[in-house]
């Protein structure tokens, strides 16, 4: 595929490959350790706008950065304007240089809480939502699904809306929120909301190798990619697909990861994270 920079507002991002948010996964070290790799842009686990507002300690810890950290972007999942403009503008995310909104996740109780993909479903509750966010002043993305159902897709018109919300840029996940993590991405989804919009459009889903992301690129026409679950089981994939070179054998990162994640959490912290990482390395 081809690696190209990408602008978000004042920001450029120096690849097109993008690391998902994972709940679990992407702490400040998992971050760390894949901008080295090559990404252009990593984003913190998904964190409630409703539980950084009640003061959650829990959640606060996932906004950890440093100034080390090149390009600092949180994950917002909310479903009231007021309270994501109130966090999105407020002094807990003032060090971070770029606010993603959640606007896919299929789990049922986020759904059936009016957050996530279920936004979907309430295109003027969801545009108020990044209106209010890009009151911050930063660069506003927003991560979605193709759609809610399989049979009534609607991924062009709902790129159009976040366009004309101020997103600067949709990443869009080929599936729909029924199908949850499985299945066929459906590429044409993501192809139709490339055509309908300006912004860069990052295809997200089922990319499971090098070749998988030279497929999507290739039926989709987008921007960049954006990989999830594979980057967890093979982190060398940023610098497969981007060029960079990569510095050191696998025992080596896995003790740099333990050495970093050390240094900013406790011990039963990093050892839980280090022994996810053996179980998926």
């Known amino acids: ?14 690849s097109n490959v993008l690391m998902a948010p994972l709940a679990g996964y992407t702490c400040y070290p998992f971050r760390m350790l894949a901008y080295e790799m090559g990404a252009g842009l990593c984003f913190t686990e998904m964190s409630s706008a409703n539980a950084l507002k009640y003061q959650d300690k829990a959640t606060r810890r996932l906004l950890f950065t440093t100034a080390e950290e090149p390009v600092k972007a949180v ?13 999105a503008c407020g002094e807990l995310l003032a060090g971070f ?24 479903l309430d295109q003027k509750r969801a545009s108020a939502i990044i209106r209010g966010c890009k009151k911050s002043g930063k660069p506003v993305t927003v991560k979605c699904r193709t759609g809610i159902h399989e ?21 869009i996940h080929g599936r729909s929120r029924n199908m949850m993590y499985d299945g066929t991405p459906c590429y044409k989804e993501i192809a139709h909301a490339k055509a309908a919009v ?42 497969e697909l981007t060029g960079k070179n990569c ?25 839980a994270y280090i022994r996810k990482c053996f179980r998926r390395g």
């Open 1 to 14: 595929m081809e690696i190209k920079k990408i602008r978000l507002g004042g920001i450029l991002l120096p």
């Open 75 to 87: 994950q917002l999942l909310g479903g009231i304007p007021a309270v994501m403009e109130e966090m």
């Open 97 to 120: 240089d770029v606010i993603d909104i959640n606007m896919g996740c299929p789990v049922p109780n986020v759904f059936k809480s009016g957050e996530g993909s279920a936004l979907m």
């Open 151 to 171: 049979n009534n897709m609607f991924t062009a018109e709902f790129a159009r809306m976040c366009e004309a919300s101020g997103a600067d840029m949709i990443t």
């Open 198 to 239: 300006s912004i860069p459009v990052i295809a997200n889903g089922g990319i499971y190798s090098a070749e998988d992301a030279e497929k999507m690129m290739e039926h989709t026409g987008a921007d960049g990619i954006m990989l999830a679950r594979y980057a967890l089981e093979n982190p060398f994939i940023f610098s």
């Open 247 to 271: 510095r050191g054998t696998t025992l080596q990162i896995i003790l740099e990861q333990i050495e970093l994640t050390s240094r900013y959490y406790d011990e039963t912290f990093t050892i």
